[in-house]
């Protein structure tokens, strides 16, 4: 199984908008181009961007593993109407109404599945494809199934929210157990437990080393505020280099 | 004349860009007249439990919002219009067909936009007329096949066709080229119909050379690079330009 992340998630927020940026791979398998998960409408034009220095454009991803149903996964479903869209049967039946206090899940993803071609996982691990099986790590939203990858000599872990950054291997707690927080934290350990390199849903992936998280990734954003009419503004950033992480600075 | 305005920011919008998502910074604003509530745009997805927040701050129940106004369906205006159940979804009929069958190159519209919407109570318009009492509905075709405003006063909101004040001061469309010579045009009429124009990307601002923003806007980012260290923070802060008999 060749695995290829095409966006790494970002562990970030703002008193304004949510930032949603998910960890997005590309799994070649059994003759498959399966997209897993297909992120926020914001990373749009990346995830296009990085199909195509691929090789690829959205035409060519056959299959799209659909973790579970929040928006900040769905999103950009609609640019792989063509494809199998796999995803567990406990969200997509759950999306047919979700509970009023769940703001994460579009009461409208049934409306953007409409017409695709569902797949749905049962709610127990099965081999999907030849070295890739399917995880169940309910708790974040009703019935998250992540994937458990064999890349060769290791087994990675794509978790998902089920393991929302790497802070929750250095806590040994879920941060972000939205939907069943005891659910959520044996997802958490039984994702810990399953292999030994590790993709978070919104965090670079990482492998564990004695407890102390080494990142695989580094990430590298640049932010523009035009704060004046004629034109002037500042950049800022965030990454991982500290350096570019110092205080705003007009340009 | 009441000198309260009758509309309050729920979102400012920023014309921020980055280099590898899209912002989708985007207004949302409220406009209380007479016995009605009406709700100018919905913003992106990302802003819903924000949103819900804030109106929860202000004590607005989302079901006595009786009206949102869409000034078009792009990703980061129309995301959210499925909160309010007791509202009528007002969009123009353009913008609703367009909707239904976007230009599958268009890089800003869901192809799934028109079957979320219509699930909702929608009620498509043409042509210009008051809504409520002392809010008019303008159209301001370009960014978009059915761009509509709402001007409340001297004040409009004018959705993406004015997307900030830099296009204001330059009289050039900024963010994008439009492939519609209309969106010239519109920014021209935006201008000419308001003293302070609500921008789709941008905070408040008077008309006049050069445009001048009515407040301060701030934001805060917050990411951690270090599992185990502490969060970082950035904070973003413009200042308008103030009375200094105001200041403390």
């Not at chain 2, 370009?142 to 004040?155: D, E, K, Q, R, T």
């Amino acid at each position: 199984v060749k695995l290829d992340l095409l966006i790494p998630g970002l562990p970030a927020k703002s008193d304004h908008f949510l930032f949603g940026i998910c960890s997005l791979l590309l799994l070649r398998v059994a003759g498959r181009n399966i997209l897993f998960d297909t992120g926020p409408f914001r990373v749009r034009p990346q995830l296009i961007g990085a199909l195509k220095i691929r090789g690829l454009a959205p035409a060519d991803i056959d299959t799209v593993f659909l973790t579970h149903l929040h928006w900040d996964h769905v999103e950009n479903l609609d640019l792989f109407a063509h494809a199998e869209i796999i995803t567990p049967r406990s969200e997509f039946e759950y999306a047919a109404a979700p509970r009023p206090t769940d703001w994460g899940t579009p009461p409208y993803v049934r409306e953007i599945l409409r017409d695709m071609r569902v797949e749905l996982l049962p709610d127990e691990e099965i081999e999907l494809f030849p070295g890739v099986k399917t995880l169940l790590l309910p708790g974040h939203s009703v019935g998250l199934q992540g994937l458990l990858v064999e890349t060769g000599d290791e087994r990675a872990v794509l978790a998902s929210d089920a393991l929302w950054s790497a802070r929750d291997a250095v806590r040994g707690v879920p941060d972000v157990a939205f939907f069943d927080p005891a659910k959520a934290q044996a997802s958490l350990d039984h994702a810990l437990a399953a292999g030994s390199v590790f993709y978070p849903g919104h965090d670079r992936p990482f492998r564990l080393h004695n407890g102390a998280v080494k990142y695989l990734e580094q990430y590298r954003y640049r932010l523009h505020f035009p704060f004046q009419p004629n034109g002037q503004e500042f950049e800022t950033g965030i990454a991982t280099e500290r350096a570019a992480n110092s205080a705003a600075s007009p340009t | 004349m009441n000198l309260i305005s009758p509309i309050t920011l729920l979102f400012s919008g920023l014309p921020a860009r980055a280099d590898k998502f899209l912002p989708g910074i985007s207004t949302v604003a409220l406009i209380k007249v007479a016995d009605r509530t009406i709700l100018f745009d919905t913003g992106p997805y990302a802003y819903r439990p924000i949103l819900q927040g804030r109106l929860k701050r202000l004590a607005i129940d989302p079901g006595s919002i009786d009206t949102v106004i869409l000034s078009h369906v792009h990703w980061d205006m129309a995301a959210n219009a499925d909160l309010f159940p007791n509202a009528e979804i007002v969009i123009h009929e353009k913008e609703l067909a367009y909707a239904e069958a976007p230009d599958c190159h268009d890089a800003h519209t869901p192809a799934y936009v028109g079957r979320a919407l219509h699930r909702l109570r929608l009620r498509p318009v043409t042509g210009e007329f008051e809504i409520a009492p002392g809010v008019r509905i303008v159209e301001l075709p370009g960014h978009s096949p059915g761009s509509i405003g709402a001007l409340v006063g001297n004040a409009l909101l004018s959705g993406d066709a004015v997307a900030c004040a830099a296009e204001a001061a330059s009289g050039e469309l900024r963010h994008e080229t439009p492939k519609d010579e209309r969106a010239r045009q519109s920014l021209s009429k935006a201008l000419s119909l308001a003293d302070i124009i609500y921008p789709g990307h941008d905070r408040p601002f008077h008309v006049g050379t050069p445009p001048t923003y009515l407040d301060d806007y701030t934001i805060k980012i917050r990411f951690f690079t270090d599992p185990s260290g502490p969060d970082e923070e950035l904070q973003i802060a413009s200042l308008a330009a103030k009375s200094f008999a105001s200041w403390p």
